[in-house]
């Protein structure tokens, strides 16, 4: 079922429009918007291959003087007008303007007008993808956004065509470079997240406004468009809760190595059928911080490294792993998009893909075991106050752990609980919240195992 | 250029013959020649699916009647000829027969008699892929291997399109999951080379025979396939040398845990241009049994699983992992195959790929440290001697290891050396072999870093 309802790059046997370079003796004519970083790096690899099918005639930004690259052919029309790249004769335009609009208006306006499309654009594609899609085809024409998740890692294709076989049930991964740098630099040197983030961003890992890739939301919209790709579902980012990594403080990475695991900012889809019901479909999806095993091919993401893991029925876990940003591993995957377009002569994606499936449900709770950080004011009866708590949600109690040198005032120890459904625990969480001897929130995160 | 002169998947305009199954309201058919794990595994997945694009219409087998599964479809038409294949209106021939003839012969002929194929057979597409390449494409047909490599790990799809972009010039893996089977229950357990063969024949992981998995012949022959998807380069296996796992023994996974290493069979093929002639190609390759950190991924590769990874200029090196045998996965990468050829309305492969380029030098050699072992029956000067040899070949020793508990009359100890050609270190072992202390001959690993 999910082989055919995920968004396909089925093509018809209708005429295409566009001919392969070499059969047309014509090459695919690319027009880049947007000459950042990734539009840098994509018109670098477009030049630098004399006998490439693609060829790179327009390029469109704003202040298009400041950006204009003496190094590249002489032959590339520069603009700051997009509406050129629109009335060019084009065939396929890049979009890496990034945001929702004017992006989305724009690369409408590109289809409508008869060209296909590249984009690298994620909150553009985890709101529209669908719409888009449906769209292109309408024009005969295609939008590809391999790079939109995970840059250079070529894990939309490798879900959605080479896994196309098995029924995918679960999608989970590390899809945010710069919390995993910062959490893989407090695990590393003991460092606060605060002194993390400053450097993540002294060095260009992590933006002035950090809060889209902290909170979640960046890796938010790549897992919508992985669950729409591997799973069919087509859910929408808001069902989709997520929670800061601003949380985790260094006694956190303490705790977990006792525990042998490590904290990363792990985001999880993952479809079942609704109990008694099982035409009914269920996704439980989340992006948070969570304890995993150090032992894990997660942990083993250092630095702005990520990795997707794919979950079949048939062919069990498969993972996906390299660079997920950056000017050169995304344009890659700009370009490997062209190829999949020059090397189907333009021909529009056939064979109607089934409309993503809604699910019926979408909850953001995971039955695992859990690990419980509190910092208290020290004194007799806390650990029975909370046990006593938990015991009335029936939630069992797995481990304590203390390490010695907290003073009295502000204490830090933890509870490891049993596997238990996280609302019921959120439940808990929310009585204990009032009990008097809180010097900061409990910390609550899952604990998965591989 | 390495993108562009792979084995590619390329589409011409040209009119398609077949067309996707829910255009034209008919379905792919499809006949599956060969019906034993992976045969049964496919007709499974091809016939859970009443919606899907694919049908089922012949499997052909020898002594059918021991064969026929009551529970699938009765309108399957069972043969032993496999004509019957050939003269039917099946559109795609899945070929699960294995080794070169008959199963070569029967490709061409499916080719010829105007069917696409699908094949699991790494020997065939290594000894022949771009000849059949080649002829698919004349016959406006196409031919899928994607599991033929790595079984359910989408490696083919994933390097050839999802990396297209790239400048590819490593691959290397772990590709053989009984190899990498005897070995992790070696370095679990302590067991011998012989004791974990004999448990993964019992427990069905290696054959009776199971020289070519142990000796590398099967990983080389995935590796000379993943050679010319990724690095556009056609080798013959015979060129590339294959060192057997057979060699291993415990104590060696004991001297390697000393030097934080795993021991793996791995095969790596890299690419680079020969010194002062930029435009001839290298390709240094080899399937052998090496040292690898503990803390890399390829050790993160337990039991039968396998890896690939590719490592190119601008995206840096990209993972995939998973299962890479089994009825099952093997599969899932045959019915992947058949919806790519679904979707693609079987329009033949069109922009001609340039041929893969031929190496103008293959070598198995690499300039990486490397792990000697030698047993010998103990006496002075045995260190002196074997430290003199290495000097003549300017070779530097960086760390000797002694575990003590060995008998005088059979001492196991292991010396590492500094990073140097093989091939320097293999003359200077020419040399050490004539010495007269060996009990056994000296072992010599590469030790690969990541």
Same mark, same amino acid.
Not at 51 to 65: A, M
Not at 109 to 121: E, F, I
């Given at each position: 079922?999910?082989?055919?309802? #995920?968004?396909?790059?089925?093509? $018809?046997?209708?005429?295409?429009? &566009?001919?392969?370079?070499?059969?047309?003796?014509?090459? *695919?004519?690319?027009?880049?918007?947007?000459?950042?970083?990734?539009?840098?790096?994509?018109?670098?690899?477009?030049?630098? =291959?004399? /006998? @490439?099918?693609?060829?790179?005639?327009?390029?469109?930004?704003?202040?298009?003087?400041?950006?204009?690259?003496?190094?590249?052919?002489?032959?590339?029309?520069?603009?700051?007008?997009?509406?050129?790249? *629109?009335?060019?004769?084009?065939?396929?335009?890049?979009?890496?303007?990034?945001?929702?609009?004017?992006? %989305?208006?724009?690369?409408?306006?590109?289809?409508?007008?008869?060209?296909?499309?590249?984009?690298?654009?994620?909150?553009?594609?985890?709101?529209?993808?669908?719409?888009?899609?449906? &769209?292109?085809?309408?024009?005969? #024409?295609?939008?590809?956004?391999?790079?939109?998740?995970?840059?250079?890692?070529?894990?939309?294709?490798?879900?959605?065509?080479?896994?196309?076989?098995?029924?995918?049930?679960?999608?989970?991964?590390?899809?945010? +470079?710069?919390?995993?740098?910062?959490?893989?630099?407090?695990?590393?040197?003991?460092?606060?997240?605060?002194?993390?983030?400053?450097?993540?961003?002294?060095?260009?890992?992590?933006?002035?406004?950090?809060?889209?890739?902290?909170?979640?939301?960046?890796?938010?919209?790549? *897992?919508?468009?992985?669950?729409?790709?591997?799973? +069919?579902?087509?859910?929408?980012?808001?069902?989709?809760?997520?929670?800061?990594?601003?949380?985790?403080?260094?006694? /956190?990475?303490?705790?977990?190595?006792?525990?042998?695991? @490590?904290?990363?900012?792990?985001?999880?889809?993952?479809?079942?059928?609704?109990?008694?019901?099982?035409?009914?479909?269920?996704?439980?999806?989340?992006?948070?911080?969570?304890?995993?095993?150090?032992?894990?091919?997660?942990?083993?993401?250092? %630095?702005?490294?990520?990795?997707?893991?794919?979950?079949?029925?048939?062919?069990?876990? $498969?993972?996906?792993? +390299?660079?997920?940003? %950056?000017?050169?591993? $995304?344009?890659?995957?700009?370009?490997? /998009?062209?190829?999949?377009?020059?090397?189907?002569?333009?021909?529009?994606?056939?064979?109607?893909?089934?409309?993503? =499936?809604?699910?019926?449900?979408?909850?953001?709770?995971? $039955?695992?075991?859990?690990?419980?950080?509190?910092?208290?004011?020290?004194?007799?009866?806390?650990?029975?106050?909370?046990?006593?708590?938990?015991?009335?949600?029936?939630?069992?109690?797995?481990? !304590? *752990?203390?390490?010695?040198?907290?003073?009295?005032?502000?204490?830090?120890?933890?509870?490891?609980?049993?596997?238990?459904?996280?609302?019921?625990?959120?439940?808990? &969480?929310? =009585?204990?919240?009032? !009990?008097?001897?809180?010097?900061?929130?409990? &910390?609550?995160?899952?604990?998965?195992?591989?």
């Amino acid at each position: 079922m999910a082989a055919k309802s #995920r968004l396909t790059k089925a093509r $018809t046997a209708k005429a295409p429009a &566009l001919r392969p370079a070499r059969d047309a003796g014509k090459k *695919l004519k690319i027009g880049v918007a947007g000459f950042g970083t990734v539009g840098r790096s994509v018109a670098k690899l477009l030049c630098q =291959e004399p /006998d @490439s099918p693609l060829l790179l005639t327009h390029i469109y930004n704003r202040n298009i003087q400041r950006k204009k690259d003496p190094s590249l052919p002489a032959s590339i029309r520069w603009t700051e007008k997009f509406e050129d790249l *629109l009335s060019s004769d084009v065939d396929v335009v890049v979009e890496l303007i990034g945001g929702l609009e004017p992006a %989305g208006a724009w690369v409408r306006r590109a289809l409508g007008a008869g060209k296909s499309v590249v984009t690298a654009n994620k909150l553009l594609i985890s709101e529209s993808g669908p719409e888009l899609a449906d &769209l292109a085809r309408k024009m005969g #024409r295609r939008i590809e956004f391999g790079a939109s998740v995970a840059g250079g890692i070529p894990a939309i294709i490798g879900i959605q065509e080479g896994l196309a076989g098995d029924r995918l049930y679960r999608i989970d991964g590390i899809l945010n +470079g710069t919390c995993n740098y910062i959490l893989t630099r407090m695990e590393a040197s003991g460092t606060s997240f605060h002194s993390a983030l400053k450097e993540a961003q002294e060095l260009g890992f992590a933006e002035a406004d950090p809060s889209a890739d902290i909170d979640g939301l960046d890796a938010r919209a790549k *897992l919508v468009i992985l669950a729409q790709a591997g799973l +069919g579902l087509r859910v929408h980012s808001k069902q989709i809760p997520c929670r800061s990594i601003a949380m985790i403080a260094s006694v /956190d990475f303490m705790y977990a190595r006792e525990l042998d695991c @490590s904290i990363r900012q792990i985001s999880v889809a993952e479809k079942s059928v609704v109990q008694n019901s099982p035409r009914r479909v269920r996704l439980a999806a989340a992006v948070q911080p969570a304890l995993i095993p150090t032992a894990s091919l997660m942990a083993h993401a250092q %630095g702005s490294q990520n990795i997707v893991t794919a979950t079949g029925e048939f062919s069990g876990r $498969t993972v996906f792993s +390299g660079y997920g940003a %950056g000017g050169d591993p $995304t344009a890659v995957a700009v370009v490997s /998009d062209l190829y999949a377009i020059a090397r189907s002569a333009g021909a529009p994606p056939g064979a109607l893909p089934k409309t993503a =499936e809604v699910p019926a449900e979408v909850s953001g709770g995971f $039955t695992v075991p859990h690990y419980l950080r509190f910092v208290v004011k020290d004194r007799p009866g806390i650990v029975a106050a909370l046990a006593t708590i938990l015991a009335k949600y029936h939630i069992s109690i797995d481990a !304590l *752990l203390q390490k010695p040198g907290f003073p009295h005032s502000a204490l830090s120890f933890v509870m490891t609980l049993e596997s238990c459904d996280s609302a019921v625990i959120n439940q808990a &969480l929310e =009585e204990i919240a009032h !009990l008097d001897f809180h010097v900061e929130p409990p &910390l609550c995160l899952p604990i998965f195992s591989e």
